[in-house]
């Protein structure tokens, strides 16, 4: 950062700002998990708030309510999560911690991944994981590996205000998590 210094010879100095680790949110998932759904790492607001996609804007929880029938848009945050492991959906981000000022993921820096195979161990009943967005869905597959064979794999678009589609074509491939659903009921 540069500000106005009368008493520099240029009039002006650089000021560091101390890095700030960002801490990720826990993983909402049970043993019953048959859906994962990935994300990249939390925004601004959703950090603030301790919730996923906490930005008002983010369209997710538009998104999978209308792809699987779940009232989500309107219900409150502790609500969706459970009408989410109720039809055996759970959540998280392929990154843990990172270094970001704002929300984009283009401004990620020095990332710690997620431990996708510790916590894919634990769900049983997994089926399909799906990653919210090309961020999400590089490093994910990436974390992965091999053990990406064992599900099926979806890419969706990203949900972030950020990503400019329409929100019809949005919809559209985001659909494909119902047909998950109604494949595994």
Not at 63 to 78: K, M, Q, R, S, T
Not at 155 to 160: E, I, K, V
Not at 163 to 168: F, S, V
């Amino acid at each position: 950062m540069i500000e106005d210094d009368d008493n520099s010879p240029a009039g002006r100095r650089i000021i560091a700002k101390p890095i700030v680790r960002l801490q990720g949110l826990a993983p909402q998932v049970s043993e019953r998990t048959r859906l994962l759904l990935l994300g990249s790492f939390p925004g601004v607001a959703s950090l603030q708030a301790q919730r996923y996609y906490g930005h008002p804007r983010n369209q997710f929880w538009r998104l999978v309510g209308e792809a699987l029938g779940l009232p989500l848009a309107e219900a409150d945050y502790e609500a969706r999560l459970a009408l989410l492991d109720r039809h055996r959906v759970g959540l998280w981000d392929v990154i843990t911690e990172t270094e970001r000022e704002g929300s984009l993921d283009s401004n990620i820096r020095d990332p710690r991944a997620s431990d996708l195979l510790a916590l894919i161990a634990g769900l049983p009943g997994l089926r399909t994981i799906a990653f919210n967005g090309g961020t999400a869905h590089r490093i994910g597959l990436r974390q992965l590996g091999e053990a990406a064979a064992r599900y099926r794999i979806l890419a969706l678009p990203s949900s972030s205000p950020a990503y400019t589609l329409a929100y019809a074509a949005k919809l559209e491939a985001w659909r494909q998590i119902s047909l998950i659903e109604e494949e595994q009921a």
